[in-house]
């Protein structure tokens, strides 16, 4: 190959090497972007990136949301009050209370396993002290319905009334169990549970331990008697003594136990692990059951407290639940916390219940159930109690520390 060639190659590489690199910085600098479309859910594609959230609106009753396909692409955040949607839960305290009850006034009473006092949490968040009493290593606390009083329980067995506002303490038989106030909270009811079943009864004491009176022989049925005094004073407790009905598995009467100790009704239950709460005005309560036809979970109902043997004046609510996940606002209007996944077996035993619980609205007198609050952080719900004017719900989670969901 000649020079001259040789010269000719080197002058049209260098050009060549010369295009490509103006090429190049003419495509990334210059040149518009091409537009790439990614098809993501029916009806919404985006420009190269992730679909936007969309607007979702919350279910009622046992209906799930729904979602918003506009494509406006409006994210959601958790409200401060419940909507029915993901709502904002605020931590009262940091560690394990128990027994948290609505005072006369409003706040929330509760008592602080970790010194051994009771205490009060204000509409301020304020903390104060119900008494410089204290009362180390409680293993039960029994409120009255002002939280005035309280019977608190031992493990060594021994039991003790307190005062809030005499600060007077009276002790009481340590074979004493299963307390239940008065509405007017000068009385108590409880069963005393001897040795031997002949000594064993429902019993009534003044809060200041005079003038007890046995009401009613228990014998070998102590078992099955639980003691729940209606807030009317027409019902003391229930015995589960009343037997199959009909000869249908799981259905049996529930004996109302009336002030002189005598049945004065009995409710038709369908299944087993009967428990309730009353009504405000004591003339209807709400109970669970595992139910016997569903695999043994919950099944919360809705009865009168004067009994009904034909099982007409009974209603079942829309949502499958635990009792104690429930409070009573009004009469007529139930708040609770209700598992997202029941399993068969979890009516019978609660600890089997693994899921988190979302707040419902219950209208009693129709059974029919709407979604209120999707807490934020997942939850578990017990020992529900509501504000006197109904702002506020509170609530402890599994690990005992109590929390509050604002509701208006």
């Known amino acids: 190959m000649s020079d001259r060639t040789k010269f000719f190659l080197k002058i049209a590489g260098f050009a060549a090497v010369t295009g490509i690199i103006a090429w190049a910085i003419y495509a990334v600098f210059f040149q518009k972007a091409v537009t790439i479309l990614t098809t993501t859910t029916p009806g919404t594609t985006t420009n190269g990136s992730l679909p936007s959230a969309n607007t ?16 406006t692409g409006t994210q959601l955040t958790p409200s401060s009050i419940a ?113 031997d079943p002949s000594n064993r009864a429902l019993v009534v004491t003044n809060t200041d331990g005079t003038e007890t009176k046995v009401i009613a022989s228990l014998g070998a049925n102590d078992d099955k008697v639980s003691v729940s005094w209606s807030p009317n004073n027409t019902v003391l407790g229930f015995s589960a003594t009343g037997g199959s009905i009909g000869g249908s598995f799981g259905r049996q009467e529930i004996y109302l136990i009336g002030p002189d100790g005598s049945a004065s009704g009995a409710l038709i239950v369908d299944g087993t692990s009967f428990h309730n709460i009353w009504a405000p005005d004591g003339k209807h309560l709400l109970y669970s059951v595992a139910d016997s036809e569903n695999g043994y979970k919950a099944a919360l109902w809705y009865a009168d407290s004067k009994g009904d043997r034909a099982g007409e004046s009974r209603k079942k609510m829309a949502v499958s639940t635990l009792v104690s996940k429930c409070t009573f606002a009004t009469n007529t209007i139930v708040y609770c916390g209700v ?51 109904g702002t506020n719900f509170f609530y402890t989670d599994a690990s005992g520390r109590l929390n509050v969901i604002h509701l208006k």
């Open 83 to 195: 909507k029915g949607g993901e709502t904002i839960t605020t931590r009262l305290t940091n560690t394990a209370i128990s027994s948290p009850t609505v005072t006369a006034d409003g706040s929330v009473a509760y008592y602080d396993p970790a010194d051994g006092k009771f205490y009060t949490i204000d509409a301020n968040g304020n903390v104060v002290a119900m008494s410089q009493a204290t009362f180390p290593k409680a293993e039960a606390v029994t409120f009255d319905a002002g939280a005035t009083s309280a019977v608190i329980e031992f493990p060594d067995g021994s039991n003790v009334a307190y005062d809030f506002s005499t600060a007077k303490q009276v002790t009481l038989p340590s074979h004493w169990e299963d307390f239940s106030f008065s509405a007017t909270g000068d009385s108590i009811a409880a069963k005393s549970v001897g040795t």
């Open 56 to 71: 979702g609106t919350p279910g009622t009753g046992t209906t799930g949301g729904t979602t918003n396909d506009s494509g």
């Open 339 to 389: 598992p997202r996944e029941m399993s068969p077996g979890d009516g019978s035993d609660s600890s089997r219940i693994t899921a988190d619980d979302d707040l419902y609205k219950i209208d009693v007198s129709t059974g029919n159930a709407t979604l209120v609050a999707v807490p934020a952080v997942d939850t578990k719900i017990f020992s529900p109690s509501i504000s006197s004017d």
